[in-house]
């Protein structure tokens, strides 16, 4: 279980490990506050992932100056402008949905599939 030297573990895979748990956890605030519906909870989980994501780029840096961690080849600019537009329509497309969807019109209106109820209110035999 110890290296050659004593250590616990070997430095790269300790680093490695702990960038693993870092991802992770960048995932899990994420998760957290999308699903959240109270702003105080989304707000601290949105704070709590740019920290780790800031503490995972330090920690990828550091990997990288130390070459235990090779980055991948550069990707080409086109292809990075190209993945930017797409998902920029996606926003778009999914904010029109939105848009329509609290305004009650467009395609996506549906028309109820069951009649309108009718009030469970009649005079009282009662006084």
């Known amino acids: 279980m110890y290296t050659q030297n004593g250590q616990f573990m070997a430095d790269e895979d300790l680093l490695t490990m702990i960038l693993d748990d870092l991802k992770r ?30 503490i995972q780029g330090d920690l990828y840096n550091q990997m990288s100056q130390m070459g235990f961690y090779k980055a991948p080849d550069k990707a080409l600019r086109q292809a990075v402008d190209k993945q930017i537009q797409s998902a920029q329509q996606i926003q778009q497309k999914s904010q029109q949905f939105v848009q329509q969807k609290m305004n009650g019109t467009g395609d996506f209106r549906q028309a109820p599939n069951v009649p309108q109820h009718q009030p469970n209110v009649h005079s009282s035999y009662y006084m």
């Not at 519906?37 to 989304?42: A, F, I, L, P």
């Not at 707000?43 to 780790?52: C, G, Q, S, V, Y």
């Open 25 to 54: 956890t960048v995932r899990e605030y994420t998760t957290a506050a999308t699903e959240s519906n109270c702003q105080t909870v989304r707000r601290a989980f949105t704070d709590l992932t740019l920290d780790t994501l800031r």
